[in-house]
């Protein structure tokens, strides 16, 4: 089975802390992905990776940066945390064929204070 | 172009009941459609996908319905169990880009 874990469940940050969240994943994939998820926004896409040291924008990378220096690992920055960054973050990997199936962790909830 | 808009935000089923949930595109590039189920405390995971060539394809008691010249897909989930109860999200992809999702529907469905 593919396992996707992240390295914690919750997290409480306070406002301006440098923020770590690391992804791990055990299939060998090509392609990882960090979304955030708030209610009633659903999964939005922060920022991905097709390679080791590669990187690509998502949708709303503002305030958020990447790092993947081995292939099974994926962390998001947050560089200052501020509030509004309050979110449920949720880390996918997957092969890069065309029909590939996201695999996601089990999310960490952060809050900042 | 490149949303996908899922409704209802929340769907309240009868045991036995079918669970419909409609999601509707814009951008006729996407050709891949799949569906992931979230439960609580756990990550989406993938419950069935379509691609456009097909109008139907069904996996138990889940089908997708897909209607190309309408640009909407919807997923049927016939004789609703308490244990389906989760929260749904479309999503749809063009070629080997990223998947953009819907916004997700809360679906109860009661004893």
């Known amino acids: 089975d593919v396992k996707v874990t992240q390295s914690s469940r919750y997290l409480v940050k306070r406002t301006g802390e440098k923020v770590f969240l690391e992804c791990v994943q055990d299939?060998?994939?090509?392609?990882m992905f960090w979304y955030r998820q708030d209610p009633g926004l659903g999964l939005r896409l922060i920022y991905f990776?097709?390679?080791?040291?590669?990187?690509e924008k998502g949708d709303i990378p503002e305030g958020y940066s990447v790092s993947r220096e081995k292939k099974e690992r994926f962390s998001l920055i947050l560089e200052s945390a501020s509030t509004n960054q309050t979110s449920m973050y949720l880390c996918?990997?997957?092969?890069?064929?065309?029909?590939?199936?996201?695999?996601f962790g089990p999310g960490t909830r952060l809050t900042v204070t | 172009q490149q949303q996908v808009k899922q409704s209802p935000q929340s769907l309240i089923v009868q045991k036995g009941g079918i669970s419909i949930i409609n999601c509707a595109y814009e951008?006729?590039?996407?050709?891949?459609f799949p569906w992931y189920q979230q439960f609580p405390g756990k990550g989406p995971a993938l419950l069935i996908a379509?691609?456009?060539?097909?109008s139907e394809k069904k996996e138990g008691r889940f089908t997708i319905s897909f209607n190309k010249s309408a640009k909407q897909f919807s997923l049927h989930i016939m004789d609703s169990q308490p244990g389906d109860s989760a929260t749904y999200f479309c999503?749809?992809?063009?070629?080997?880009?990223?998947?953009?999702f819907g916004k997700g529907t809360m679906l109860l469905v009661s004893p």
């Open positions: 999503a749809a992809r063009p070629g080997y880009s990223t998947l953009t």
């Open positions: 379509i691609r456009p060539d097909v």
């Open positions: 951008n006729t590039a996407f050709d891949y």
């Open positions: 299939m060998d994939h090509e392609n």
């Open positions: 990776s097709y390679d080791v040291k590669m990187k």
């Open positions: 996918a990997s997957s092969s890069p064929s065309g029909a590939s199936v996201q695999y």
